[in-house]
C-alpha cells in the first residue's frame, strides 16, 4: 500500500511540474514569435460579416500555436509519466516503482520533443508531397465548362426531369478516361522543346446501332509534352462568392419553387438530405479552403438582394483559418436573389491584383449557387456581360452548382467564356474528394483561344462533341475557349478529347489540320498535320478512346432527344392548364419547377438498344464507371413500367 501511494504521489508531483513547464513554454513561444521580424505572428480574424462581439477580444488573434497546448499537453504529461516510473525486480516479481525526480533530464526531453514536433508536420507533408509527385504522369486537359453530369444523374435518381443542360458532352466526357492516342515519331523528332499542348488524332468509321448508319468520327486528343510531376498551379487570388437566398435553405433533393405552384416538397432522407444547400455549400467552402497555401489569398462576399463584404481579400498565411471556417459554417439565409451584385462585389476585391504577373497568379472567383437570379438585372446576357468583363480583366470563374433544381442552362452559358467552368455538388464528401485530387487543375486554366481549322475537298465537319462552344464551330473550324490540366497516365486522360463527326464528301483525299492557340501570357502557338483517312469497313476503330467517346455520345444524344420530347409535350398540355396567378408567385425564367419523368413507348425502346449497346462496348472497353450510365437505362424503363 505504502508503495502505492508513492507511486500515486509522485505521478500528481511530476504532473503539476510537467504542466507548470509545459504552460511556460506555450506563453513563451508566441513571444519569441512577436521578436521575430520576417513575419507577422498573428493570425487575423477579419471577418466583417455579421462578426459577433467576442467577450474575451484581447485572446482572439493569438498565434496558431496556442492550438498545441491540449494535445501537446497530454502527449508529454504520458512522456513525463513514463520517465519517471521503472520496473524492478526479476521474473514474476516485477514491480512498478517511481523513480526520483530528475528535474533537468525532464526539461531536456520536453524540449527536445517539442522541437520534433514543431518539425515534423511540414517534414511529412513535404516527403507525402514528394512522394506524391515522384511519379512520372503525363498531364493531359480537358476542355472548360461543365466538370460532370451530377445533376442530370441527381434528377433522374429521386424522379424528376432533368434540363438538356445538365447532360453536356463535356461534362459526360470528364467523368471518363480516354486513349487519347500517341503522338507521331516525326511530330516528336520536329519538337525541340516540351509542347505545352499538341492535338493527336484518331480514327473511326461505326455503325449507329439506332439508326444502323455508318458514321465517321475523328478525335482531337488534349496532350502536353509537360509531365504532372512539373506541373505547379499558380498562387491564387481567390474570391468566394456565396448565394444565401432564401431559395438556398431547402433540401439539396427538393425543387423550392414547388411550395409556390402547389406541389408537395420531397421529404429529407439520408445523410446529405438532412443538409439545406446553403450548408453543403459551406461545408464545400471550408473544404476548399483546406486546398489552399499559406501565400494564396482569400477573400469572401456573400448575397442575397443585395451583396456584402464578409471578409476582406487577404494572405492565407496571415489568416486565422479556423475561425474564419466557423463564421462560415454560421451563416444563413436571407431574401431573394441577385447574382448581379454578387458577381460585381466579388470582382472589386480582384481590382488591386489586376496586374499580376499571369505566368505566377492566378485571379479566380469561384461562385456557388443554385443559380435562380430573380433580382436586378437577371438576364442571361446581363450576367453574360458580367462574365465577359470579368475574363477580360484577368478575374476567370469557377460556378459551383448546388442542389437539384440548379439551373446549368443559365450556368452552361456563363461557362462558355475564357477561363470559366463548372461543377455540381450533391454531397460533400464526394466534393472534398474531388477538391482533394484535382483542385489544382480546376483552378488553373493553361491554354486558351483554341481553334482547329480543317483543309480538305474530301471532308467536313458535321458536328462538334466535348467542347462548350460546339455551337460556335463551322464545317471546317473547331473551337475552344479554355483547357484545363487534366489528369493523365499510360496515354488515358480524363475527358481529354474533343469528338468530330465528320461527313465524307469524296472517295479520296486526306485532311490538313492546322491548331493555334495562346498560353496563359497571350503568346501565340501554331501546329500543323497531314491526317491520313483510313479506308476501313465498319466498325473500325483507330483506339479505345474514339470507341469510348463514340459509345458516350451516341448515349448523350438519345438522352437529349427524349428530354426536348417530354418538354414539348408538356408545352402543349400546358395550355389547358389552371392559369389563374392571384395570390400566387409568378416564376421567372430562371425559377423552375420540377417535372416528373416520362417515358413513350418509342424511347423506352430505344433505351433498351441503348442499354444493349453501352454493355456489349463495355465488353471490349472495360470500364466500371459505365455502371453510372447502365442505372439511369435501367431507371428510365422502369418508370415507363411503373407509369402504364
Not at 478516361?177 to 523528332?189: E, L, R, V
Request: aromatic share 10%; charged share 25%; with cysteine.
Amino acid at each position: 500500500m505504502k508503495t502505492a501511494r508513492k507511486v500515486i504521489l509522485s505521478v500528481i508531483l511530476l504532473s503539476i511540474l510537467n504542466i507548470g513547464i509545459l504552460e511556460g513554454l506555450i506563453w513563451i513561444y508566441p513571444l519569441s514569435q512577436i521578436s521575430s521580424a520576417s513575419e507577422t505572428p498573428f493570425k487575423i480574424d477579419d471577418w466583417v460579416y455579421k462578426t459577433p462581439i467576442y467577450p474575451d477580444t484581447q485572446f482572439k488573434n493569438l498565434p496558431e500555436s496556442e492550438s498545441l497546448s491540449y494535445p501537446f499537453l497530454g502527449f508529454l504529461l504520458f512522456l513525463g509519466f513514463l520517465l519517471n516510473l521503472e520496473f524492478t525486480g526479476k521474473g514474476k516479481e516485477i514491480r512498478l516503482r517511481a523513480r526520483r525526480h530528475r528535474v533537468t533530464e525532464l526539461l531536456v526531453v520536453i524540449v527536445v520533443v517539442s522541437i520534433l514536433y514543431s518539425i515534423s508536420g511540414p517534414m511529412i507533408c513535404s516527403i507525402t508531397d514528394q512522394g506524391r509527385r515522384s511519379a512520372e504522369m503525363s498531364m493531359a486537359y480537358s476542355v472548360g465548362g461543365a466538370k460532370d453530369i451530377n445533376n442530370f444523374r441527381e434528377n433522374i435518381r429521386n424522379g424528376y426531369l432533368p434540363r438538356v443542360s445538365d447532360i453536356t458532352f463535356e461534362g459526360l466526357f470528364y467523368d471518363y478516361f480516354f486513349d487519347i492516342g500517341n503522338q507521331s515519331s516525326a511530330a516528336a523528332a520536329s519538337s525541340t522543346s516540351p509542347r505545352l499542348f499538341y492535338p493527336t488524332y484518331s480514327w473511326a468509321i461505326s455503325k449507329n446501332p439506332l439508326s444502323n448508319e455508318t458514321e465517321h468520327f475523328l478525335s482531337v486528343g488534349l496532350n502536353s509534352d509537360i509531365k504532372s510531376s512539373e506541373f505547379k498551379r499558380k498562387k491564387l487570388n481567390l474570391v468566394v462568392v456565396l448565394d444565401i437566398s432564401a431559395s438556398m435553405d431547402t433540401s439539396l433533393q427538393s425543387y423550392y419553387y414547388d411550395q409556390f405552384v402547389g406541389k408537395s416538397i420531397k421529404s429529407k432522407e439520408a445523410v446529405d438530405r438532412n443538409l439545406s444547400k446553403l450548408k453543403v455549400a459551406c461545408m464545400s467552402i471550408v473544404s476548399i479552403l483546406d486546398q489552399l497555401s499559406p501565400d494564396d489569398h482569400f477573400g469572401m462576399v456573400l448575397f442575397d438582394q443585395e451583396a456584402y463584404l464578409a471578409k476582406p481579400l487577404s494572405q492565407v498565411g496571415g489568416t486565422n483559418l479556423p475561425l474564419i471556417k466557423k463564421h462560415i459554417l454560421e451563416i444563413e439565409t436571407g431574401g431573394s436573389t441577385n447574382m448581379e451584385d454578387g458577381l460585381n462585389t466579388g470582382a472589386k476585391l480582384l481590382a488591386e491584383y489586376a496586374d499580376v504577373n499571369k505566368s505566377e497568379y492566378e485571379n479566380r472567383i469561384i461562385f456557388l449557387t443554385d443559380a435562380m437570379p430573380n433580382t436586378d438585372d437577371d438576364s442571361e446576357s446581363g450576367l453574360l456581360k458580367i462574365t465577359k468583363e470579368n475574363s477580360l480583366r484577368g478575374n476567370h470563374i469557377t460556378f459551383i452548382g448546388i442542389g437539384v433544381d440548379f439551373n446549368s442552362e443559365l450556368i452552361e452559358a456563363l461557362t462558355k467564356i475564357r477561363g470559366a467552368n463548372y461543377y455540381s455538388v450533391h454531397s460533400n464528401t464526394e466534393f472534398k474528394n474531388r477538391l482533394d485530387n484535382e483542385f489544382e487543375y480546376m483552378v488553373t486554366p493553361m491554354v486558351f483561344d483554341l481553334t482547329l481549322k480543317l483543309e480538305s475537298n474530301s471532308w467536313k465537319i458535321e458536328k462538334v462533341y466535348g467542347s462548350p462552344e460546339a455551337s460556335q464551330s463551322t464545317g471546317e473550324i473547331m473551337k475552344v475557349n479554355t483547357l484545363f490540366p487534366a489528369p493523365a497516365e499510360n496515354g488515358e486522360a480524363r475527358g481529354g478529347l474533343v469528338l468530330l463527326k465528320m461527313k465524307k464528301l469524296a472517295d479520296a483525299g486526306d485532311l490538313c489540320l492546322s491548331v493555334s492557340y495562346e498560353d496563359r501570357n497571350g503568346k501565340k502557338e501554331f501546329q500543323e498535320a497531314e491526317i491520313e483517312a483510313p479506308q476501313q469497313e465498319p466498325d473500325f476503330y483507330q483506339n479505345t478512346g474514339i470507341r469510348k467517346g463514340i459509345m458516350l455520345t451516341r448515349y448523350a444524344e438519345i438522352l437529349h432527344n427524349w428530354i426536348n420530347g417530354v418538354k414539348e409535350i408538356g408545352t402543349i398540355a400546358s395550355s389547358s392548364k389552371d392559369d389563374w396567378m392571384y395570390a400566387r408567385q409568378a416564376l421567372n425564367n430562371w425559377e423552375q419547377t420540377s417535372i416528373s419523368l416520362k417515358v413513350s413507348n418509342e424511347l423506352n425502346q430505344k433505351f433498351g438498344i441503348m442499354k444493349n449497346y453501352l454493355e456489349s462496348e463495355n465488353l471490349i472497353l472495360k470500364d466500371t464507371g459505365l455502371k453510372r450510365e447502365l442505372d439511369v437505362l435501367n431507371h428510365l424503363t422502369n418508370q415507363h413500367r411503373s407509369s402504364r
